[in-house]
């Protein structure tokens, strides 16, 4: 329906413009160069008015779409945070436990749970850890704060500093790691 009414509105334009030119074109040269002059400046007055409002109707659709995606965003976001605000309920009442009760176990077991819930919340957002331990130096997903030497074979990862994050096939942070150098050869051995 409504694009059928942008054509009738495109063709109603179109309509006009024709009629405004055979307006001038059937004067039959009768007609003063001032009234032609009149009419070419009531169309271009028209015209004008016409792209006025088609830039403004333009403008409008434009903040219109920008508010919508903000707004967007903004409840994506809300209903994350949400989540994670369930996350800090429970670490709240393991903190509380943990203080009347004095049982580390049963703590260290509260937390364990949290720290999967935390996971699973991430993992429905599309966020996933970039696991390093014993890989290959990858400098798309890793970041090398240090080289050491070692038994394993050289650009080996041998610890993680900090974990990395995917979310939906991009790295968002970069696992820091400590990267092999190689073996100690003999004239590092003995310079150390």
């Not at 994050?165 to 150098?181: E, G, L, T």
Request: hydrophobic share 35%; glycine share 4%.
């Amino acid at each position: 329906m409504k694009k059928r009414d942008k054509d009738n509105k495109k063709s109603l334009s179109q309509a006009e413009v024709e009629q405004a030119f055979a307006a001038i074109n059937d004067d039959g040269g009768e007609g003063t160069e001032e009234t032609k002059e009149a009419a070419l400046e009531r169309n271009l007055q028209t015209m004008r008015d016409k792209w006025l409002r088609t830039t403004a109707e333009f403008e409008n659709y434009r903040r219109r779409t920008d508010s919508e995606k903000s707004r967007w965003i903004k409840n994506a976001t809300e209903r994350l945070v949400i989540e994670i605000c369930d996350v800090l309920d429970n670490f709240e009442r393991a903190i509380e436990t943990g203080i009347q009760e004095h049982q580390f176990d049963s703590f260290l077991a509260g937390v364990e749970l949290i720290h999967k819930q935390l996971a699973d919340v991430l993992a429905k957002e599309g966020v996933k850890r970039i696991e390093a331990g014993d890989a290959k130096f990858d400098p798309m997903v890793h970041d090398a704060v240090s080289q050491a030497p070692a038994d394993q074979p050289r650009d080996t990862v041998l610890a993680v500093i900090q974990n990395g994050y995917i979310m939906h096939d991009k790295v968002i942070r970069p696992a820091k790691v400590v990267v092999s150098r190689g073996p100690l050869d003999d004239n590092e051995t003995e310079n150390n």
